[in-house]
Structures are given as C-alpha cells and as structure tokens.
C-alpha cells in the first residue's frame, strides 16, 4: 500500500498579526463547533479534516515534525 505524498507545509510569519490573531480565533471557533457537529453526525471527516487544515496551516507549527513534541517527556 502507497502511502500519500504529503505537502510540506512551512508556517511563516505573519505580517499583520492583529488580522492573523483574528482569523486564529475565528478558525479556533470553527474547529471547535466543527468538532461538535461531527459528533452529532451532521458533517463526515472529510468536511472536519478541512476545518481542521484550516486551523492547522495558521499555526505556527511544521507539519513534517508531527507529534514529536507531544512524545518528548521528561518526567522520571
């Protein structure tokens, strides 16, 4: 089984950071309304999956490094 190429997203800096502040809120209520509305079956995970890119690509986060921070623990 192939697997998908993925696009290689690079965050950057946002000029005017008092409209991207906005659009982060604005994305945040819709991810989170969005998540609500796919529990009650009213959207698929195709449409979540959207809503969810949206957020992702205004976060100041590069997707080829994943989940590598949330397994870095230093607790003994």
Do not use: F
């Amino acid at each position: 089984m192939s697997k998908k190429k993925r696009r290689k997203r690079i965050w950057n800096e946002p000029e005017d950071k008092s409209e991207w502040l906005n659009e982060l809120i604005e994305a945040g209520e819709s991810a989170v309304k969005g998540y609500e509305r796919y529990l009650l079956n009213k959207i698929d995970h195709i449409e979540l999956a959207q809503i969810m890119t949206t957020l992702h690509d205004l976060l100041p986060m590069d997707i080829n490094r994943r989940y590598d921070d949330d397994n870095d623990s230093t607790d003994n």
